[in-house]
């Protein structure tokens, strides 16, 4: 039975019960103008995505501030998100309703990575730990932890291999697991936190790394060894700055990554880097960015107050002004849908 039938029960629940706010997090109501946002028109109309449906009714984590979105590679409509103080919360049918696992119902969750060729099994970067599901959210187990002062902060899976994962903590220390997580070796330190671990899917042995301070770094051998992509980037100000690096999917060796105030983009592997023509002025802090998975013309980033829109490679954009107080934090383009998106945004503490 598919995990979709499985979740039938619930959905029943969600259409017969009248609406019921609990708690999750900082002011959990629906309407708080926390947690996802979903826009089926590429990112022109949103429409908050929180509904939890419960035996008590439907509740809600409309008050959580969403630190990052993962979307399962088999099933474009298993979406998961990590959020700042609220745990993780999973959705089966592209954000219409959600759960939360009972292992991670609080704490910062940095990371999730879903095993790409086992959609029940997924990894979770929480405070200090690695968790690991093999049935499909329902019980988690740790496989890896550090110092309880050290934040596991980036964790991938990859394609190739299902078996090899690496993680990142906020000290730049990069691990590898060629066993799915059941032991870790040392691969070196990449001198700053490690905000984002890409693996290219044309390549096994190609890496990237995004470092805090220290711009991106890349290895060609399987992370054994890595290089620092700053000499690459010295013509573009403050490319050092990296705060989310994506890998444009329908373009060879092309990502994209955000720094504090600028888009910037490579097609041949991080050799050349060019900055594409934003609006937004350079006092405005970005905060997340995505590419359509399926045409690499589309981008899209969000600011503290603003939703922009590319579908000319960056040339051009338009905007939109995001459906919440709250800033963004995430974006997630649904690989199969492309016109659908999800926006996760977070609180800023004062």
Same mark, same amino acid.
Request: aromatic share 8%; net charge positive.
């Given at each position: 039975?598919?995990?979709?039938?499985?979740?039938?029960?619930?959905?029943?629940?969600? *259409?017969?019960?009248?609406?019921?706010?609990?708690?999750?997090? +900082?002011?959990?109501?629906?309407?708080?103008?926390?947690?996802?946002?979903?826009?089926?028109?590429? /990112?022109?109309?949103?429409?908050?995505?929180?509904?939890?449906?419960?035996? *008590?009714?439907?509740?809600?984590? /409309? /008050? *959580?501030?969403?630190?990052?979105?993962?979307?399962?590679?088999?099933?474009?409509?298993?979406?998961? &998100?990590?959020?700042?103080?609220?745990?993780?919360?999973?959705?089966?049918?592209?954000?219409?309703?959600?759960?939360?696992?009972?292992?991670?119902?609080?704490?910062?969750?940095?990371?999730?990575?879903?095993?790409?060729?086992?959609?029940?099994?997924?990894?979770?970067?929480?405070?200090?730990?690695?968790?690991?599901?093999v049935d499909?959210?329902?019980?988690?187990?740790?496989?890896?932890?550090?110092?309880?002062?050290?934040?596991?902060?980036?964790?991938? &899976?990859?394609?190739?291999?299902?078996?090899?994962?690496?993680?990142?903590?906020?000290?730049?220390?990069?691990?590898?697991?060629?066993?799915?997580?059941?032991?870790?070796?040392?691969?070196?330190?990449?001198?700053?936190?490690?905000?984002? =671990? &890409?693996?290219?899917?044309?390549?096994?042995?190609?890496?990237?790394?995004?470092?805090?301070?220290?711009?991106?770094?890349?290895?060609?051998?399987g992370g054994?060894?890595?290089?620092?992509?700053?000499?690459?980037?010295?013509?573009? +100000?403050?490319?050092?700055?990296?705060?989310?690096?994506?890998?444009?999917?329908?373009?060879?060796?092309?990502?994209?990554?955000?720094?504090?105030?600028?888009?910037?983009?490579?097609?041949?592997?991080? *050799?050349?880097?060019?900055?594409?023509?934003?609006?937004?002025?350079?006092? =405005?802090?970005?905060?997340?960015?995505?590419?359509?998975?399926?045409?690499?013309?589309?981008?899209?980033?969000?600011?503290?107050?603003?939703?922009?829109?590319?579908?000319?490679?960056?040339?051009?954009?338009?905007?939109?002004?995001?459906?919440?107080?709250?800033?963004?934090?995430?974006?997630?383009?649904?690989?199969?849908?492309?016109?659908?998106?999800?926006? /996760?945004?977070?609180?800023?503490k004062k």
């Amino acid at each position: 039975m598919s995990r979709a039938l499985k979740f039938f029960s619930v959905l029943s629940l969600l *259409a017969l019960t009248g609406a019921q706010c609990i708690s999750f997090g +900082k002011g959990g109501a629906q309407g708080a103008g926390g947690g996802i946002f979903k826009s089926v028109d590429r /990112g022109q109309n949103w429409q908050q995505s929180v509904a939890i449906p419960t035996p *008590a009714g439907v509740a809600n984590f /409309g /008050g *959580a501030s969403v630190t990052t979105l993962a979307v399962d590679p088999q099933d474009n409509l298993a979406i998961y &998100v990590g959020t700042r103080e609220s745990g993780m919360f999973y959705s089966y049918d592209g954000g219409e309703s959600w759960r939360q696992p009972k292992a991670i119902k609080s704490g910062f969750v940095a990371s999730v990575s879903v095993d790409p060729k086992n959609k029940c099994i997924i990894y979770v970067a929480t405070g200090n730990r690695i968790l690991k599901s093999v049935d499909c959210n329902r019980t988690f187990d740790p496989v890896y932890n550090e110092p309880a002062e050290t934040f596991v902060t980036a964790i991938a &899976v990859s394609s190739f291999n299902s078996s090899l994962i690496f993680a990142g903590n906020a000290k730049g220390a990069l691990v590898k697991s060629t066993d799915g997580g059941n032991s870790w070796a040392n691969q070196g330190n990449l001198k700053g936190k490690i905000i984002d =671990i &890409v693996l290219d899917s044309r390549n096994s042995s190609v890496m990237y790394a995004a470092v805090s301070g220290k711009g991106v770094w890349k290895s060609d051998n399987g992370g054994q060894t890595f290089v620092s992509l700053l000499e690459a980037m010295k013509k573009i +100000k403050d490319a050092h700055d990296a705060r989310r690096l994506v890998a444009d999917k329908s373009t060879v060796n092309a990502l994209v990554l955000a720094t504090r105030n600028k888009i910037i983009r490579t097609t041949d592997g991080g *050799a050349t880097w060019t900055a594409l023509p934003i609006i937004s002025p350079e006092t =405005i802090e970005i905060l997340a960015v995505a590419v359509n998975p399926k045409n690499s013309k589309e981008i899209y980033y969000g600011t503290a107050t603003t939703f922009y829109r590319s579908i000319d490679g960056g040339q051009k954009w338009s905007t939109e002004k995001l459906p919440t107080k709250r800033q963004a934090s995430a974006l997630l383009v649904d690989p199969e849908a492309p016109d659908t998106i999800y926006l /996760g945004v977070l609180e800023v503490k004062k």
